[in-house]
Nanobody, 125 residues
C-alpha cells in the first residue's frame, strides 16, 4: 500500500522560505515521476513543480519558476519542494503526487496515481 506524507508546511512571512517534504512508503521515488500541486478553496488544483522518473527533467509554471525547486532524495525515499521568496499568493494546501506509469506525466493532476494528504502553507504580507 502506498503512502505519501507531506511535512514542512506552516506560516511564513512574505519573502521567506519553506521546504516541504514528501515521505514515501510502498513506492520507490527513484523509479517514479513526482510532482507538487497546490489548491486554494474554490479553485482547481494546479501543479507547481514536476520531476521525471530519473530526475533528468523538471517543469515549473512561470508563477514559481526561479523560486521553487523540486528534488528527490533516493536514499531517504523522500521528495522535496524548496520554496524561496514566498509571496502571499503562494498560500494554499500543497500536495505531493507520484505516478508509476509514465516517465514524465507533467502538470496534469489527472495523470498521477498516488497523493499525499496535503500540507498548509500560509504566507503573510
Amino acid at each position: 500500500q502506498v503512502h505519501l506524507v507531506e511535512s514542512g508546511g506552516g506560516l511564513v512571512e512574505a519573502g521567506g522560505s519553506l521546504r516541504l517534504a514528501c515521505a514515501a512508503s510502498g513506492v520507490t521515488l527513484k523509479k517514479n515521476a513526482m510532482a507538487w500541486f497546490r489548491q486554494v478553496p474554490g479553485k482547481e488544483r494546479e501543479s507547481v513543480a514536476a520531476i521525471s522518473r530519473n530526475g533528468d527533467s523538471t517543469w515549473y509554471p512561470d508563477s514559481v519558476k526561479g523560486r521553487f525547486t523540486i528534488s528527490k532524495d533516493d536514499a531517504k525515499n523522500t521528495g522535496y519542494l524548496q520554496m524561496n521568496s514566498l509571496k502571499p499568493e503562494d498560500t494554499a494546501v500543497y500536495y505531493c503526487a507520484v505516478d508509476s506509469r509514465a516517465y514524465f506525466p507533467g502538470s496534469s493532476p489527472r495523470l498521477y496515481e498516488y497523493w499525499g494528504q496535503g500540507a498548509q502553507v500560509t504566507v503573510s504580507s
